[in-house]
């Protein structure tokens, strides 16, 4: 990811400050969880930032539940499995049809069940 792990899957509410905001390990404070989140995974403050958070969210459970519609990424699902993988959050062997989560993968998840998406 560059510069740190920032972050991203690292149990978000480790950060939380006891002003209420979040501090990411270069000390760059975000109002809330959700913007720490989408700032590490790079999406940016606009509307419909929520829905692009449980996409994401639901391609994790997805790949997490090694199922067969998980096995088969074409256009842009492969698109946000390379992106995924290049943040660290899923890994694969010869292929990305069979990938599956890291250790980093499964806490975002866990932090973005959390946060209780729609």
Known sequence: MGKGDGILGMNIEKYKQSDGFYM???GTYFEDAESAIREQIGIG???????????????LRLIASKTDASRNPRG????VYS????????EYGT????????????????????????
């Open 24 to 26: 990411d390990d270069e």
């Open 45 to 59: 403050p606009y509307k419909g930032c929520e829905t692009a958070l449980i996409e994401i969210r639901n391609e």
């Open 76 to 79: 842009l699902r492969y698109f």
């Open 83 to 90: 992106h995924l993988c290049n943040l660290g959050l899923i």
């Open 95 to 118: 292929s990305i049809n069979y990938c599956w989560l890291t250790d980093k993968g499964r806490e975002l998840l866990d932090d973005l069940e959390e946060m209780k998406l729609v």
